[in-house]
């Protein structure tokens, strides 16, 4: 396959663009309208993508090659993690009556949207990824909640184009954990101290645009990243949930349950096992697995704890960008979006330590 010829010379370049899903779940292709925005982004290298939603990213470029590039399959992998959180389940995040941080009028229209969050989580997916840029090949977004009544939403990506790339700095944070087994923490707290920590960074390094690189560091275990919307009931009660049982939802909503009012909660989990195995089969059949993969997926559901099979990372990205304004750039966050620790077991002391690397775009 062809890929773009680095120019020499030649600056990082950048653009956003706006997205109007026209479903709640919708897998959208943008490659061909960043060529269309701007033809000149065929000439990089690369291209860093990022979304500035909680419930709409991107799959790194290695899995979605697995994944046959294909917007169909993407879906279809989606959608067996949306059978293990299915809407209207009892999540504690959609009870607008404990949502106190709201207003009545904000209640109103808050959208009921944990099994989104939680989709987003399990499958892991990034808000900001780096592809070999490979403009004959899709890129997707993925959204997740695109539809909040009748109202369709508007999303925006940023994507920047470059040649090069230059790590300009590597250090490690320490990050104080409580008591609790499973945990989660907002690295964007500002009693955390992290974000002006990396500001500096930024600002020593002169940093107009780049990423900044987050991961666990390698003897931390029992723990994930990941960048999502750091509201208390979605964190501390509906994921944590999902890490001590992760069948909890899917038994509450489940096709038997649906189709059998009389089953008693007793029998709940034996019939989301069983639908369990219909969603992997499906997805089996669509990737064209062996039974032997197959087998190894419902090992992973059905015999291990949640966060084995979860797709969160042990590492996420940030981009940083100082939208052509010259200046020190500084991270793409949207409104909600947080970087998150997860654990859900305790570390050895009293914290976890977090690598930091920034990288200068070329």
Not at 47 to 53: F, K, R, V
Not at 202 to 230: F, K, P, Q
Not at 268 to 278: E, F, I, P, R
Not at 302 to 322: E, I
Request: hydrophobic share 35%; with cysteine.
């Amino acid at each position: 396959m062809a890929h773009a010829k680095a120019i020499a010379g030649v600056e990082p370049r950048e653009l956003t663009l706006e997205l109007v899903p026209e479903e709640r779940v919708q897998v959208i292709e943008i490659s061909q309208q960043v060529a269309a925005q701007d033809e000149a982004f065929a000439e990089y290298t690369r291209a860093a993508y990022c979304s500035h939603h909680t419930t709409a990213g991107f799959l790194e470029q290695n899995f979605q090659s697995r994944l046959n590039h294909s917007a169909d399959t993407v879906e279809t992998f989606v959608t067996a993690f949306r059978k293990l959180f299915p809407p209207d389940a009892d999540y504690r995040h959609d009870k607008m009556e404990l949502r106190d941080e709201l207003s009545e009028e904000q209640k109103e229209v808050e959208p009921r949207n944990a099994d989104s969050h939680l989709t987003y989580i399990g499958a892991g997916l990034q808000s900001c990824v780096t592809y070999v840029n490979e403009p004959e090949r899709p890129v997707y977004f993925v959204e997740l909640d695109g539809i909040n009544g009748k109202l369709k939403r508007k999303r925006r990506a940023t994507v920047i184009g470059y040649n090069h790339e230059r790590v300009v700095d590597e250090s490690e944070f320490t990050i104080p954990m409580s008591d609790h087994p499973m945990d989660s923490v907002n690295l964007r707290d500002a009693r955390l101290g992290f974000f002006d920590y990396v500001t500096d960074l930024l600002a020593a390094n002169d940093i107009e645009r780049g990423r900044i690189d987050l991961s666990l560091a390698r003897d931390e275990h029992n723990a994930g990243l990941t960048v999502n919307e750091y509201e208390t009931l979605l964190m501390r009660h509906d994921l944590i949930e999902v890490l001590r049982d992760p069948m909890r939802y899917m038994a509450q909503k489940g096709y038997h349950m649906i189709r059998d009012p009389r089953a008693i909660p007793s029998k709940a989990k034996n019939y989301a096992k069983y639908d369990l195995v219909q969603v992997v089969n499906e997805l089996i059949d669509k990737l064209g697995l062996s039974e032997s993969v197959v087998e190894r997926v419902l090992d992973k559901f059905l015999a291990v704890p949640a966060a084995r099979f979860l797709r969160m990372k042990r590492s996420v990205s940030l981009l940083v960008s100082n939208e052509n304004s010259g200046e020190t750039g500084r991270i793409l966050q949207g409104q909600y979006q947080s970087p998150i620790l997860v654990q859900w077991k305790k570390p050895g002391g009293q914290s976890r330590r977090l690598r930091v690397r920034v990288t200068r775009f070329e």
